[in-house]
Structures are given as C-alpha cells and as structure tokens.
C-alpha cells in the first residue's frame, strides 16, 4: 500500500496535533460535537499507514457497540479509500462494486481483522476466553473457557434465590434488587465479599457480604460471570498471574479509550495494569513505541449511578501527564471546534456550564452560523407543556419540507414524563418510538431460545437448563425439577450430570423420566456438535426439535405471532452475525448477543419523533431538541439538592441535553405539575434557568423566565441590567432553618433546609396547607417575618 497522509488534511489543527502523537500519553479533552470519533478513527489508520504498527498492537475501547461498529467501518473506509488511490488512481466510489469488495476484503484481512475494537466488556470477554483458565479467585473459585455471560436478571435470580432460599432473609429488609445493586457497586469499586464486609461492618453489610459470598460461589458452580466481573476478573488475573500480563502489556503497545470521563475505578485499574505492565504510573517511563491516548469531556460525565468516575479523567494529567499547565503541556489536546450547533445553541451551553466548579476549562466555538434564538415557554401544567411541544413539531414539519419526524427529539428528565406527551402524539397521530423501553435481547422468546443455545456450549449453565427444561411443557414440573436439584447439590456436581444420567433420572424423575430423559438426549447431540456445526443450523434445530415455534404457531393469538416474529429477526441476526465474522462460532454469538447494549435496538431509518431520557441522549444528535419539564425537585431532581456534587452532575446532564440540538431548541417547564398520581403543586423554574444567557432566549409567554429575566433583547439588557446577587436575602448568612417567611402566592411558611453555598443557594420552605417547596431566593421574592 502507498503511504499517504491525505485523510490528514480533512482534520481540524487541533485534531490533527492529537491524531499526530505518536509515544507518551495523551488526553484529548473533547467538547461536544468537536469530531473525536474522527480524530480516534484517524489515530489508529496514522499508527498503521505512516507509523507502521502492527494492527495486532492496537487496542481501542469504546463505551457501546454502536461506537465501536460506526469506529471500524471508518476505519474501513480510510484505508479502502487509500488502497484505491493507490491501486486504481481513482477514489472508492468511482470503482466498480466487484472492485470496491475486493478492496474491503483485502482491508479486513490485512489490517481489521487483527485490530481490537470494541467494549470493555467484549473485548475483557476475548481475553478471558484464551486465559481465565489460569485464573482462580481468593475463595478458590475457578471457571472454564466455555463460560456463559450472565444478563442482569439471569443474576437478579440467582441473587433472589440465595436472599430467600438459601439464607432466608426478609426480602423487605433486604430487596434482591438492591443487594445485586450493592455486589455491582462493590464489583465496580475492585472490593471482593471481605473487603466489603470490611468497610461495612454493621448488620446490613454483612449480610450482603454473605449473599455476595454464596452469588459468586453460584456464579462459579454454573460456569458464569455477570458483567461487572468481565471486568473485574482480567484485573485479578493480570495481579495474580504477572506472566499473563506481561503478554497483554507486549501485545497492546498503543491504547485508546473513549468517553474516558465515564470509566470506573476496574475500568481504570485495567488500563492502567496493560499501560505499565503493571510497574504503577510513577515508576514507568519505558514509553518507547508505546501510548495511551484517552478521550473524554468532564462536563458530559453523568452516569455517576454506574459508579463511573469522572475524577478519573481530571486526574490523568497527574497519573500519566506532565503535570503542566494546560497552555504549556505537551500531554494534553482540546478539541473545542464544534461541527454540530448553532452558535447560539453552544453559548447557551457554554454560560451554563461554567457555573461547574470541577471541569477542565474549555470554550465551544461554532464552525456554523448563529442560528435561531432558543425558545423558553412556560405552559400550565404538564398536559399544555405537552401540547405546546406537539404543536411545535407539527408546524416545524408542515413549514419545513426537509425536516422529517425522526429530526425531532423530545428529553426528558425521568420516564414518567413521557406519558403525557405520547397521549397528545397518539391524538395527533405522529409516530414516535419510546426509547428505553424492552430491549429486543431481554424479550421472554429471544432469551427462551438463547438459553438453549448457551446451554449447547456450556452445559454447567444450570440457569439457562432451569430456564427451558419445561420450556414449552414436557411434563417436568417443579417438584421433579427440585428432586433432581437436590441431588445435584448434595452431590456437588452440575444439574446437567445429574439430568444427562438415565439411571439417576429414573431414579428421582418418576412419571417425568422419559421426558427429561428425551430432552437430555436432544440437548447432548446439539453439544456434541456444537463446535462444528454453524450457529444458524443450531438455531433451526433449536426451533424445530424443540416445538417451541410450534406451539406459538398453535396459540395464534397476536402477541404470540409478534413472538414469532421476534424469533425470526434472532434468526436473522445470527446470519448477520456469521455472514460479518469468520470465526462465527455459537459461542462468539451468544457473546455478542449478551454484550449488546440499550442503544443497539433502534432502527435509525424508523422515520419517528423520538422520545427518551437524558441520559440516553448521550452520543446522539437531532436538529430539532424540546428540553421538558426545567422544574425545581424535577431537574434538577430533589435528590441532587442538598449535595453540591450531585447538582454538578445534574447540570453536566442539563448540558447534555443542550448540545444534542444542531438547529432549533426549545425549553419548557410547567407552572403546576401532577407527579406520581398525587395532587397538582406548583412548580417553581429550575436553577439551571436562572444560569442560561438572556441574550439567547426567547421568551414564548411573560412568565416563561425567572422574574430577573425581564427582556431577551441585547438592547434592553442594557436597560435592565442583572440584580446584584449580594444583596440582601440571597446569600446563605442571609437565612437560618427555622427562620419564618411570606410567599406572594403561597402565603406563611417556615425554612427547613438551606441547600448550595455562597449566593448560589436554594431553600427548602413548608407551607402549610401546600407543603414543601424549593425555591430560588434570587429569583423568587421571599420575605422575612419578624
């Protein structure tokens, strides 16, 4: 291949100096809308073609399989492009289509096909399918390579089942949900059942610790792990075996990870294990063809609730960096050119944002024009909120001919506010999807059918042989099903050994023997063969030798038709699966169906007003974005109020949802709100309103703004200069708990909390007959009594 920098020159200056670091680490501190996938795509084809890394030397992680899809085809595309340059003078779509898959096939072969992209968890997955083997954990635990992936309810079972069965715990005091979400955290955090009980020494965590113990003594007995260990479990190999490190450290010379601000402390330990082979930042210098190239934007940081740790990123410059100033360092890279908002999208975005105390400073600067003004209305309630939004649409879709339904993104803060907005969407009929809802791999049918193909490849899976044994009905009822259980247990050996055994199922099964006696046969042959045959003629085997398609055809009720439905789209994607991967085994397939994530299922040609949380917001853009619901206690949520750190996150989530808008945006809130089915309360406007620039803001009715904002001209801002925020009643000495106050509209009421610092605060007041409300004393008149 001719050696040529041409995919250089589409790159921005900034772009370019990351791209063009060669050894040493590097942070590239990426704003949103600033082009990093194109910079970390650009990265890995430079290190390649004018570098000459092995492509076996290169390690890229992403945060979703989507990311990591969207990253290799531009990969593809770069170095397609190159080699028909090279070979044929002439770009790639002037080829001929035999030539252009000529092209592709030699570029997967020669350089992707030996590149490592993809998730923490998938590609964690790949190394312990060659070393986990090596692995024993401290209570001497050991797992096999044929391991399976446990989704979250495979482990909400398992971990209800030792609450309840096995330390009979009273699930109310102890909900299963929230013990598997203490093990998580304390996965997460690198702390095994000792350490836990460690730092949680009272009665609640030592019971957790317990349950902790038996859930990975489960997890171990079925040859599994849930996802947090995928993880955890390279992390301890690599410590427990320095061999097995040192191969990795020698194998990935040159390291990417992006959305760097939302690693957690494993994710962290394990780059930072395969950086220094383990030696520890301070004692590593030997950075000789070698690299760590991090990506990330501390103000995009808010999945705190998964344990990851934006502190994380702000530390990389003492951890790996030079420790200098950010217009001296050599380690650090900004990329503040954003190629997707208006400006006046981004300096709304920017004012806010700067009220974050713990950020890495940077300015968004708008590559396009500046754009229509933002639009703040403020509707009754919550149903007039939605049908202002809907109206929007409507008349921006008859008055725009280019925009279509999916350029329309409605975000919120929680999913119950989408309710009243699907009722007016359904009136009006527009189409619109919901997104979070079902994942498509989380579907009773799809896991029915994938618990047989795991149960193929690992037959100490007992989950997966619960799951389906009477899946569709054999005649092996619970009490069957226990007596063999039992037996397994006593014996200490798998279920399978017990079910695969005719004489001992003739023994305990009874009347139901010769049915789990023809079920252990079915499963056997396809075990036998499960190495050999393809992942689509064990499905179809699946299918028809089971009767499970049979039986839904002979229901024929509409949900069970969708159901088929379903399994034929499963079916589908397994020949996807092995028309896109040579080495299509069924265990590579259950693999991947295991790791795909929420954001996998859309369908982006769905032509829909999409509707979704914040937080799955991430990652995506709209031309059209309506913010809903800007309310005190709703965003930011009450939870958040009284914790500094929380309202941070908050308005980084706020920030967020800005920077999704390419064209239009539009912020609501409502005067009155119903939550959670109780009576209507008056709402007050959200802090992070207050923190927007007037300058861009277009008020739809008087009350759209908090009382300061009188105008939404530059001319009258003049006029009408901001209050003074140090006077009197909007500082923090300026209130105590306690103190009696009058509200214009609420009349007498007591302070009962003091959230912020400084002139920065809000305050908690009971009214009586009303209750509680938060409310801004900057922007709201309080008056002291007595």
Same mark, same amino acid.
């Given at each position: 291949?001719?050696t040529?920098?041409?995919?250089?020159?589409?790159l921005?200056?900034s772009q370019r100096?990351?791209?063009e670091?060669?050894?040493g680490?590097l942070?590239?501190?990426?704003?949103?809308?600033?082009?990093?996938t194109?910079a970390?795509?650009?990265?890995?084809?430079n290190?390649?073609?004018?570098?000459?890394v092995d492509p076996a030397?290169i390690l890229a992680?992403?945060?979703?399989?989507?990311?990591a899809r969207?990253?290799?085809?531009?990969?593809?595309?770069?170095?397609?492009?190159?080699?028909?340059?090279a070979?044929?003078?002439?770009p790639?779509?002037?080829l001929?289509g035999?030539?252009?898959?000529?092209?592709?096939?030699?570029v997967?072969?020669?350089?992707?096909?030996?590149l490592?992209?993809?998730t923490?968890?998938s590609?964690?997955?790949r190394i312990?399918?060659?070393?986990?083997?090596?692995?024993?954990?401290?209570?001497?635990?050991?797992?096999?390579?044929?391991?399976?992936i446990f989704d979250e309810?495979?482990?909400q079972?398992?971990?209800?089942s030792?609450v309840?069965?096995?330390?009979?715990?009273?699930d109310r005091k102890?909900n299963?949900?929230s013990?598997?979400?203490a093990?998580?955290n304390?996965?997460?955090?690198g702390?095994d059942?000792?350490?836990?009980?460690?730092?949680n020494?009272n009665?609640k965590?030592?019971?957790?610790?317990?349950?902790?113990?038996y859930?990975?003594?489960?997890?171990?007995a079925n040859?599994?792990?849930?996802f947090?260990?995928?993880?955890?479990?390279?992390?301890?190999?690599?410590?427990q075996?320095?061999?097995?490190?040192?191969?990795w450290?020698r194998?990935?010379?040159?390291?990417?990870?992006?959305e760097?601000?939302?690693?957690n402390?494993t994710?962290?330990?394990?780059?930072?294990?395969?950086?220094?082979n383990g030696?520890?930042?301070?004692?590593?210098d030997?950075w000789?063809n070698r690299?760590?190239f991090?990506v990330?934007?501390?103000?995009?940081?808010?999945?705190?609730?998964?344990?990851?740790?934006?502190t994380?990123?702000?530390?990389?410059?003492?951890?790996f960096?030079?420790?200098?100033?950010?217009d001296e360092t050599?380690?650090?890279?900004?990329?503040?050119?954003?190629y997707?908002?208006?400006?006046n999208?981004l300096?709304?975005?920017?004012?806010l944002i700067?009220n974050?105390?713990?950020?890495?400073d940077?300015?968004?600067?708008?590559?396009?024009?500046?754009g229509?003004?933002?639009?703040c209305?403020r509707?009754?309630?919550?149903?007039m909120e939605?049908?202002?939004?809907?109206?929007?649409?409507?008349?921006?879709?008859?008055?725009?001919?280019?925009?279509?339904?999916?350029?329309?993104?409605?975000?919120?803060?929680?999913n119950a506010?989408?309710r009243?907005?699907?009722?007016?969407l359904?009136?009006f009929?527009i189409?619109y999807?919901?997104?979070?809802g079902?994942?498509?791999?989380?579907?009773?049918?799809?896991?029915?059918i994938?618990?047989?193909?795991?149960?193929?490849v690992?037959p100490?899976?007992?989950?997966?042989l619960k799951?389906i044994?009477?899946?569709?009905?054999?005649?092996?009822g619970?009490?069957?099903l226990?007596?063999?259980?039992k037996?397994a247990?006593e014996?200490?050996v798998?279920?399978?050994d017990i079910i695969?055994?005719e004489t001992?199922?003739?023994?305990?099964a009874?009347?139901?023997s010769?049915?789990?006696i023809?079920?252990a046969?079915?499963v056997?042959?396809?075990?036998?063969?499960a @190495?050999?045959?393809?992942?689509?003629?064990?499905?179809?085997?699946?299918l028809e030798n089971?009767g499970?398609l049979?039986?839904l055809?002979?229901?024929g009720?509409?949900?069970?038709?969708?159901r088929i439905?379903?399994i034929?789209?499963l079916?589908?994607?397994?020949?996807?699966f092995?028309e896109e991967?040579?080495?299509?085994?069924?265990m590579?397939?259950?693999?991947?169906?295991s790791?795909?994530?929420?954001?996998?299922?859309?369908?982006? @040609?769905?032509?829909k007003?999409?509707?979704?949380?914040?937080h799955a917001?991430?990652g995506?853009?709209f031309?059209?974005?309506f913010?809903?619901?800007?309310?005190?206690?709703?965003f930011?949520?009450?939870?958040s109020?009284?914790?500094?750190?929380a309202?941070?996150?908050?308005?980084?989530?706020?920030y967020v949802g800005?920077?999704?808008?390419?064209?239009?945006l539009?912020?609501s809130?409502?005067?009155?709100?119903?939550?959670?089915?109780?009576m209507?309360e008056?709402?007050t406007p959200?802090?992070f309103?207050?923190?927007?620039?007037r300058d861009?803001?277009m008020?739809?009715v008087?009350?759209?703004?908090p009382?300061?904002?009188?105008?939404?001209?530059?001319?009258a801002?003049?006029?009408?200069?901001?209050?003074?925020?140090?006077?009197?009643?909007?500082?923090?000495?300026d209130w105590?708990?306690?103190?009696?106050?009058?509200h214009?509209?609420?009349?007498e009421?007591?302070?009962?909390?003091?959230?912020?610092a400084?002139?920065?605060?809000?305050l908690?007041v009971h009214?009586?007959?009303?209750?509680?409300?938060i409310?801004d004393?900057?922007?709201?008149?309080?008056?002291?009594?007595?």
């Amino acid at each position: 291949m001719v050696t040529t920098v041409d995919f250089l020159n589409q790159l921005n200056p900034s772009q370019r100096q990351a791209v063009e670091h060669f050894c040493g680490p590097l942070l590239v501190v990426a704003g949103a809308g600033s082009g990093k996938t194109r910079a970390l795509t650009a990265r890995i084809a430079n290190l390649i073609l004018n570098r000459q890394v092995d492509p076996a030397n290169i390690l890229a992680v992403t945060f979703t399989n989507k990311a990591a899809r969207e990253m290799k085809e531009r990969i593809e595309r770069v170095f397609a492009e190159q080699e028909a340059l090279a070979r044929h003078s002439k770009p790639l779509h002037m080829l001929s289509g035999y030539e252009q898959v000529q092209l592709r096939s030699y570029v997967y072969k020669n350089f992707l096909k030996e590149l490592w992209i993809g998730t923490f968890h998938s590609l964690c997955s790949r190394i312990l399918r060659y070393d986990i083997e090596k692995y024993q954990s401290p209570a001497g635990q050991r797992w096999t390579r044929t391991f399976s992936i446990f989704d979250e309810s495979d482990a909400q079972s398992l971990v209800k089942s030792i609450v309840i069965g096995q330390m009979n715990l009273d699930d109310r005091k102890f909900n299963p949900r929230s013990v598997r979400f203490a093990i998580s955290n304390a996965k997460n955090q690198g702390l095994d059942p000792d350490q836990y009980e460690a730092e949680n020494p009272n009665f609640k965590g030592r019971n957790i610790a317990e349950v902790y113990r038996y859930y990975q003594q489960g997890l171990s007995a079925n040859n599994a792990l849930d996802f947090d260990d995928l993880i955890r479990l390279p992390v301890q190999l690599f410590r427990q075996n320095p061999q097995v490190l040192d191969y990795w450290h020698r194998r990935f010379r040159h390291i990417l990870v992006d959305e760097y601000q939302d690693t957690n402390r494993t994710q962290y330990d394990l780059i930072q294990l395969l950086t220094t082979n383990g030696k520890g930042n301070q004692n590593f210098d030997d950075w000789n063809n070698r690299s760590v190239f991090v990506v990330g934007d501390a103000d995009q940081s808010i999945y705190s609730f998964r344990a990851a740790d934006f502190t994380i990123l702000m530390g990389f410059q003492s951890e790996f960096g030079d420790r200098l100033p950010d217009d001296e360092t050599q380690t650090l890279v900004k990329l503040e050119e954003n190629y997707r908002s208006t400006s006046n999208i981004l300096d709304v975005a920017n004012h806010l944002i700067e009220n974050n105390t713990e950020r890495i400073d940077k300015v968004l600067r708008a590559t396009r024009g500046e754009g229509d003004a933002i639009f703040c209305h403020r509707a009754d309630n919550e149903a007039m909120e939605a049908e202002y939004v809907v109206s929007q649409i409507r008349n921006l879709e008859l008055k725009n001919p280019e925009l279509n339904w999916r350029d329309f993104a409605i975000l919120y803060r929680t999913n119950a506010q989408s309710r009243a907005l699907e009722e007016v969407l359904v009136r009006f009929d527009i189409p619109y999807r919901v997104v979070g809802g079902l994942r498509f791999y989380d579907r009773r049918e799809i896991k029915d059918i994938l618990a047989y193909m795991r149960l193929a490849v690992n037959p100490a899976d007992s989950v997966s042989l619960k799951r389906i044994i009477n899946t569709p009905r054999r005649g092996i009822g619970k009490t069957t099903l226990d007596n063999l259980e039992k037996a397994a247990a006593e014996l200490s050996v798998p279920l399978w050994d017990i079910i695969k055994d005719e004489t001992s199922v003739k023994t305990l099964a009874g009347r139901a023997s010769k049915s789990a006696i023809a079920f252990a046969r079915m499963v056997s042959s396809w075990q036998e063969r499960a @190495e050999t045959t393809s992942p689509t003629e064990l499905v179809q085997e699946v299918l028809e030798n089971t009767g499970y398609l049979e039986e839904l055809k002979n229901k024929g009720t509409e949900e069970d038709l969708n159901r088929i439905e379903n399994i034929q789209e499963l079916y589908s994607a397994v020949v996807q699966f092995e028309e896109e991967n040579e080495d299509a085994t069924l265990m590579t397939f259950l693999a991947n169906a295991s790791l795909n994530s929420d954001n996998d299922d859309g369908k982006e @040609e769905d032509n829909k007003v999409t509707l979704m949380t914040l937080h799955a917001s991430k990652g995506l853009e709209f031309p059209v974005v309506f913010l809903v619901g800007l309310e005190q206690g709703l965003f930011p949520s009450f939870r958040s109020l009284e914790d500094a750190a929380a309202i941070e996150e908050e308005r980084r989530l706020c920030y967020v949802g800005i920077t999704r808008a390419q064209d239009r945006l539009f912020i609501s809130h409502a005067r009155e709100r119903r939550t959670y089915g109780a009576m209507r309360e008056v709402s007050t406007p959200s802090i992070f309103l207050s923190e927007l620039p007037r300058d861009y803001i277009m008020a739809t009715v008087p009350s759209a703004l908090p009382e300061r904002w009188t105008s939404t001209t530059r001319e009258a801002k003049l006029k009408n200069p901001q209050p003074n925020l140090n006077k009197p009643g909007t500082h923090e000495n300026d209130w105590s708990v306690g103190a009696s106050v009058t509200h214009k509209a609420f009349g007498e009421g007591k302070v009962t909390h003091i959230f912020g610092a400084g002139n920065k605060i809000c305050l908690a007041v009971h009214f009586p007959g009303i209750g509680k409300k938060i409310i801004d004393p900057r922007t709201t008149t309080l008056d002291r009594l007595g």
